[in-house]
């Protein structure tokens, strides 16, 4: 069974950073695509970083490329998303997710992502 557990999530000053982390498990999750995604009340879920790592393709969004990183730890099967710079509209609950195909690309949309986790709340204070 596949299972993923964000942590790191909180309260932050505009301007500083928070790491989030992703435990992903049942799987070796090298294979597929691993996407965090955010979703702020009233808005769509939105993709906001994304790799695979076999073709070594990564996605970032316009709006937090230069500040957020995406980045792995094998031994620990964990997924981490460093946020630095960070700004009040980048509160948002913060998921996330990974897919079970087999092309080489990065999802775009939530729809292609099938397994995700229970999310983990980011509060930028201005």
């Known amino acids: 069974q596949v299972q993923l557990v964000e942590s790191g999530g909180g309260l932050v000053q505009a301007g500083g950073s928070l790491r989030l982390s992703c435990v992903v498990s049942?799987?070796?999750?090298?294979?597929?695509?691993v996407g965090w995604f955010r979703q702020a009340p009233g808005k769509e879920r939105e993709l906001v970083a994304g790799?695979?790592?076999?073709?070594?393709?990564?996605y970032y969004a316009d709006f937090v490329k230069g500040r957020f990183t995406i980045s792995r730890d094998n031994a620990k099967n964990t997924v981490y998303l460093q946020m630095n710079s960070l700004k009040p509209e980048d509160t948002a609950v913060y998921y996330c997710?990974?897919?079970?195909?087999?092309?080489?690309?990065?999802?775009?949309?939530?729809?292609?992502?099938?397994?995700w986790g229970q999310g983990t709340q980011v509060t930028v204070s201005s």
């Open positions: 997710a990974t897919d079970s195909t087999y092309t080489m690309d990065v999802p775009t949309t939530a729809s292609s992502y099938n397994y």
């Open positions: 049942g799987r070796t999750f090298s294979m597929y695509a």
């Open positions: 790799v695979r790592w076999i073709s070594s393709r990564l």
